[in-house]
């Protein structure tokens, strides 16, 4: 089982073993010819306890029997499953800061990448409140009856991100909600002082950041992302509004 690292580890350093390195096993090939990641190939790369396993595989189960109903992700994503939403959204466990006491997913939709990570919370060490936001009440729903038979633990707010009150968080977490300008707007609002926020981005993710340096000042680093060669995490640090913006 995988440990967090302790004292002053930089968290983009830290190992994380890639699924390039641990063949998943038994690939099942797609007919675009791209090999699709297995439950046994994302266990093996993130060194993912068996039980934890078991959990993310009725997470799975349940999103392909909703998916059928409402459409919660992209269909097309159903066939790599394990690596466009699992993977995509387990890969920030590790880059996540160790005193954080509340996390907030912004625009979680059916979960990625907040709810996976309250699965695999004891892997990774997360002693935070996970927050899933989300206005839509259909995927409302679908996060309610995952986190139920997953025994999560997440909190879920039926709500858009700016209309919660009297809300603030360590950690701000999204993927494919928004730009990141304007999640940086909804930062302004919830980030506690010295929070951080971690944003998967796919390939604009320069230019989004680009556009965002005009209005914000931002103590940016990347991380390569390990489910999409052309994407990357943006964290961000030390967000100040610019006052000409």
């Known amino acids: 089982m995988r440990t967090r690292a ?4 930089s968290r983009e350093t830290e190992p994380i073993p ?8 038994a690939p099942m090939p797609r007919r675009d010819g791209v090999i699709s990641l297995t439950p046994e190939g994302f266990q093996d790369a993130l060194g993912v306890a068996g039980e934890d396993l078991e959990r993310l595989r009725a ?3 349940l999103l392909e029997k909703w998916q059928a109903k ?3 992700v992209g269909a097309g994503s159903l066939k790599d499953v394990w690596r466009r939403h699992i993977l995509d959204s387990a890969q920030l466990g590790p ?3 160790l005193g954080a006491k509340s996390i907030a997913d912004i625009g979680s939709g059916a979960g990625f990448p907040g709810l996976v990570l309250a699965i695999l919370a004891g892997q990774f060490g997360i002693n935070a409140e996970i927050h899933l936001i989300e206005s839509n009440g259909r995927k409302c729903a679908f996060l309610r009856e995952a986190n139920r038979i997953t025994g999560a633990g997440a909190k879920i707010h039926h709500s858009r991100a700016e209309k919660l009150s009297n809300f603030s968080t360590d950690v701000i977490i999204a993927r494919a909600v928004a730009s990141l300008d304007e999640l940086l707007e909804y930062a302004d609002s919830m980030l506690k002082k010295d929070g951080q926020c971690l944003f ?3 390939e604009k993710w320069r230019e989004e950041l680009t556009k965002a340096q005009k209005n914000w000042i931002i103590n ?5 992302s390990l489910s999409d060669s052309s994407g990357m995490i943006l964290k961000l640090e030390a ?3 610019r006052d000409d913006s």
């Not at 940016?220 to 390569?224: A, D, F, G, N, R």
């Open 6 to 9: 302790s004292g002053n580890v």
């Open 18 to 25: 890639s699924p390039s390195t641990t063949p998943p096993t």
């Open 59 to 61: 997470y799975v189960a």
């Open 70 to 72: 409402i459409n919660l």
């Open 95 to 97: 880059l996540l800061p």
């Open 200 to 202: 998967l981005k796919g």
């Open 220 to 224: 940016e680093s990347t991380i390569q």
């Open 239 to 241: 967000i100040a509004r």
